[in-house]
């Protein structure tokens, strides 16, 4: 089992930055598939940024550019900086972990991934204003 608690949501402008940070606690994390995925209302939730063991990171095409996702092993925790927010990023971020062997697509965001990852967080809401 893996817990997993996002933080670092919150309102901002166009343009303007944030940080989201998830710190996860559990068994074998070290070696799982770091995700963020967002839902906006009345939208399906889809991949934003993930990060394998090994650094590698995969990043929606709608995100590329302005999102870095990170991990920082000594903080056991995982980021993702937002640049250049715009309104259609308003959403609500989740941070999700599982083992890259049970993911259907391995540890990227491609389209339907989502539903195999096994641990998620609470969420953490972004709201970009024009």
């Known amino acids: 089992q893996v817990q997993l608690v996002e933080s670092g949501g919150g309102p901002v402008q166009a343009g303007g930055s944030l940080r989201l940070s998830c710190a996860p606690s559990g068994d074998n994390y070290n070696r799982y598939c770091m995700a963020w995925f967002r839902q906006a209302p009345g939208k399906a939730r889809e991949g934003v940024a993930a990060i394998g063991s090994d650094g590698g990171a995969d990043y929606a095409d709608s995100v590329k550019g302005r999102f870095t996702i990170s991990k920082d092993v000594a903080k056991n925790t995982l980021y993702l900086q937002m640049n250049s927010l715009k309104p259609d990023d308003t959403a609500l971020y989740y941070c999700?972990?599982?083992?890259?062997?049970?993911?259907?697509?391995?540890?990227?965001?491609?389209?339907?991934?989502?539903?195999?990852?096994?641990?998620w967080g609470q969420g953490t809401q972004v709201t970009v204003s024009s």
């Open positions: 999700a972990a599982d083992s890259p062997f049970v993911l259907y697509l391995g540890c990227t965001v491609g389209v339907g991934n989502d539903k195999s990852f096994r641990f």
